[in-house]
T-cell receptor
Framework: GENVEQHPSTLSVQEGDSAVIKCTYSDSASNYFPWYKQELGKRPQLIIDIRSNVGEKKDQRIAVTLNKTAKHFSLHITETQPEDSAVYFCAAYSGAGSYQLTFGKGTKLSVIP | GAGVSQSPSNKVTEKGKDVELRCDPISGHTALYWYRQSLGQGLEFLIYFQGNSAPDKSGLPSDRFSAERTGGSVSTLTIQRTQQEDSAVYLC????????????FGNGTRLTVT
């Protein structure tokens, strides 16, 4: 099955700086990679996703890049704000035709005002 | 529209008792997932249902755990003879029938086994 590794486990940045979270996956057939944000005590919510037919996707201050050859993808948050503080999870589907979504262990992002 | 609904939101039970957790997915979503999240940890896959296909039970940690989905809609996760290590938040999610569709999570059930 799919194995997703996520780094770093914790990340602290000053408000206004950028934050980058990286994930690697093992199944070369995986072709959908969502990112979820989970605030304390809340449910995970999708913030951005990318499919394997593109290398980069942006949505305002958030962007995701995908390198299928190297089997890694990254989340980039620019101009960070205190409300960006949360745990972020990357995920990957376990290959063609599979509905099992495997998550990384999460990155706790703290934005220091 | 209505999101994924889970009940109860909190459940405290004594070790050895059985518990049932309920999930009501978004209307029209054919895929339904259960995940477990221990305190400060990631999301551990338990089981998923897709339409009328046989469920993928590969994530269930022991035979004390089971789940069913009646009529392709509501799902119940049952934990028999609960143990303290079962304490966690149990999250349900649903997605549309389109392959590689986003998951929409419920607010979870916080289970505490005393």
């Amino acid at each position: 099955g799919e194995n997703v590794e996520q780094h770093p486990s914790t990340l602290s940045v000053q408000e206004g700086d950028s934050a980058v979270i990286k994930c690697t996956y093992s199944d070369s057939a995986s072709n959908y990679f969502p990112w979820y944000k989970q605030e304390l005590g809340k449910r995970p919510q999708l913030i951005i996703d990318i499919r394997s037919n593109v290398g980069e996707k942006k949505d305002q201050r958030i962007a995701v890049t995908l390198n299928k050859t190297a089997k890694h993808f990254s989340l980039h948050i620019t101009e960070t704000q205190p409300e960006d503080s949360a745990v972020y999870f990357c995920a990957a589907y376990s290959g063609a035709g599979s509905y099992q979504l495997t998550f990384g262990k999460g990155t706790k992002l703290s934005v220091i005002p | 529209g209505a999101g994924v609904s889970q009940s109860p939101s909190n459940k405290v039970t004594e070790k050895g008792k059985d518990v049932e957790l309920r999930c009501d997915p978004i209307s029209g979503h054919t895929a339904l997932y259960w995940y477990r999240q221990s305190l400060g940890q990631g999301l551990e896959f338990l089981i998923y249902f897709q339409g009328n296909s046989a469920p993928d039970k590969s994530g269930l940690p022991s035979d004390r755990f089971s789940a069913e989905r009646t009529g392709g809609s509501v799902s119940t996760l049952t934990i028999q003879r609960t143990q303290q290590e079962d304490s966690a938040v149990y999250l349900c999610a649903s997605s549309s029938s389109t392959f590689n569709s986003p998951l929409h999570f419920g607010n979870g059930t916080r289970l505490t086994v005393t």
